[in-house]
């Protein structure tokens, strides 16, 4: 048996069907690419001390890692007509590869 559920279905879990957007991908130096991905814009509590919170807004973009070979912190991702750059990235070996994003 060749390849893994998970690797062989990422087509399936980023068609934009059902959970997925389209985003422009712009390495540094490099052309822009239409790439799918699954994008995620909360709020979260940050404890800034002595019992005070804030929310900090966090942005995360998780597409294929094949979508974003090459991929370095500074690099342009734009999703619903709004700019980001690429704060944080990790790819976590299975296929997927999670960008942390900052509103430009």
């Known amino acids: 048996m060749s390849g893994s559920f ?3 279905d990422l087509s399936t879990v980023f068609d934009t069907v059902d959970f997925s957007v389209v985003g422009t ?13 699954i994008f995620d814009d909360e709020d979260l ?4 001390g002595e019992g ?7 942005a995360k973009f998780t597409c ?10 500074g690099d342009a991702l734009t ?15 299975t296929g997927v590869t999670e960008t942390y994003l900052e509103v430009v």
Do not use: H, M
């Open 25 to 37: 991908y712009t390495p540094d130096g490099g052309s822009a690419t239409s790439i799918n991905g």
């Open 6 to 8: 998970l690797t062989d």
């Open 52 to 58: 005070s919170l804030i929310l900090q807004r966090s």
């Open 79 to 93: 999703v619903a007509s709004v700019d980001y750059i690429i704060t944080y990235f990790k790819d976590d070996g």
């Open 45 to 48: 509590e940050v404890d800034v």
């Open 64 to 73: 294929a890692s094949g979508d974003v070979i090459g991929i370095a912190e």
